[in-house]
């Protein structure tokens, strides 16, 4: 079943986005315009009480109710210090209301920069505090390029591999 998707990306020009959205539809033959999709490009978006609440208005207010909210990236919307637990719970804890309006919240987050072996376990490649993967994160996805074949040409959408390090359920 297709789930109604707002992704707010606080990175890439609007132009960037909505060609990386058109490729990934065509790659899997699907119409990106049909799509419960909702793109919001740069709309200055820090995870604050103030901003949280406003944004929870204004979907509100707008009767756009996604199931699913993607916000790229963390660095550019978290208020505070990624190497402190403090401030990423802080962060945690803000996004509360967005989970409740949206029930699933998605944030991209960069990875550290590789040291020795690579790749390294999933809970010790996000940048910044522990905080990220510990008591806060539900689950973490990591994703790399593999390094046997290289980069791939920008008219293919890039394969892809899916890491699950062992999660309790």
């Known amino acids: 079943r297709q789930a109604s998707v707002l992704y707010i990306d606080e990175e890439m020009p609007a132009r960037t986005l909505h060609r990386r959205v058109k ?3 065509r790659a899997i033959g699907v119409e990106t315009s049909d799509l419960p999709l909702w793109l919001s490009n740069r709309p200055g ?4 009480p103030q901003k949280i609440t406003q944004l929870c208005s204004m979907l509100g ?3 756009i109710k996604p199931e699913v909210i993607i916000i790229e990236a963390v660095r550019r919307v978290m ?3 990624e190497n402190s637990a403090e401030d990423v719970s802080r962060m945690w804890n803000t996004l509360t209301p967005l989970a409740r309006a949206g029930g699933t919240v998605i944030l991209s987050h960069h990875k550290v920069k590789p040291q020795g072996q690579y790749p390294r376990a999933v809970q010790h490649t996000a940048s910044g505090s522990g905080d990220f993967i510990g008591d806060a994160a ?3 996805y990591d994703f790399f390029r593999d390094p046997v ?3 791939v040409p920008d008219q293919v959408p890039a ?3 899916i890491d699950l390090d062992g999660v309790a359920l």
Do not use: K, N, Y
Not at 45 to 48: D, F, H, K, P, R
């Open 159 to 161: 394969p892809i591999r």
């Open 138 to 140: 539900d689950m973490q």
């Open 149 to 151: 074949h290289g980069e």
């Open 61 to 63: 207010s707008a009767g």
């Open 23 to 25: 490729r990934l539809g």
């Open 45 to 48: 978006l820090t995870i604050t």
């Open 79 to 81: 208020v505070g210090d």
